[in-house]
């Protein structure tokens, strides 16, 4: 993008915009996960069609599946590492103008930015409230998604290196879950473990990670011990991988023991909170 004589931050200006035309496209289509088209025919009119139709399952899925493959992956954000060095910040100053914290561009704060924007979307109350609801609006015949069907979906698809981790020769340049997955992984398990543990989990503070609901924003309790039952799996692979991999690097066994702990306490948490 930098002619000759123009200064990088052109390069990180485009870099920028490409990287949140990329984000938004992927944040509009989770919209179709639990989505209704929304009509406002009137009774007799010609071809008239419900006020309220549920986006057929295998459209959802279709989003579902661009997200996790171009959003939960670190792939499509393999960028070349030089190019990095290349997004500098401006350096004009002008009065009501903040300078930038940092000069370096914070690929991992900004890559984490929206894959978390995306799963907000996907684990909202509202999301989660309609996908609930529209399992009754679809006859039993038919095929529908379900709230079961999108946790399991994200949880294989966020934590998908447990389900192949074999030993290897793994180091802390080249781990076995790279620095990208970790964030989206700690990301997910943060969202997940206030599902589990429910509106009470306000504020609560499980080793270093602040559950954040609130009883205006309660989900379906279905959806709690969905995600308690995911927690609890999710736990059982995890330990089973630190079991069949001895010998990994120290980022990812750091990584999947700490998670593996903090699974152990929302759990305890749950159990605690449900007691009568």
Known sequence: VPKTGDGYQRARKAFGVLLGNYGSSLF???RYVGGLYVNRDHKGDP????????????????ALKLVSERMFNDKPFAFPPELY???AATRWSHWGLREPERLDYAVHDVINLWQDRVLEQLLSPLTLKRLHDNELKVPTDQDALTL?????????SIFSELDGLKPGDYTNRKPAVSSLRRNL?????????SLAVGPQSAGLSLGGMTLSTSSS??????CQTL???QLHRLRERINKA????PAMDDYSRAHLGESSERIGRVLEVKLMTTRP
């Open 28 to 30: 509009f289509a989770s």
């Open 47 to 62: 071809n008239g069609r419900p006020p309220f139709i549920v986006v057929p399952v295998d459209k959802q899925r279709a």
């Open 85 to 87: 060095n290349y997004l």
């Open 148 to 156: 079961a069907e999108l946790l399991d979906t994200l949880t294989r």
């Open 185 to 193: 992984q700690r990301t997910y398990l943060k969202r997940l473990s």
């Open 217 to 222: 924003n309660a989900v379906p309790e279905d």
């Open 227 to 229: 995600a308690h039952m």
């Open 242 to 245: 630190l079991a069949t991999v």
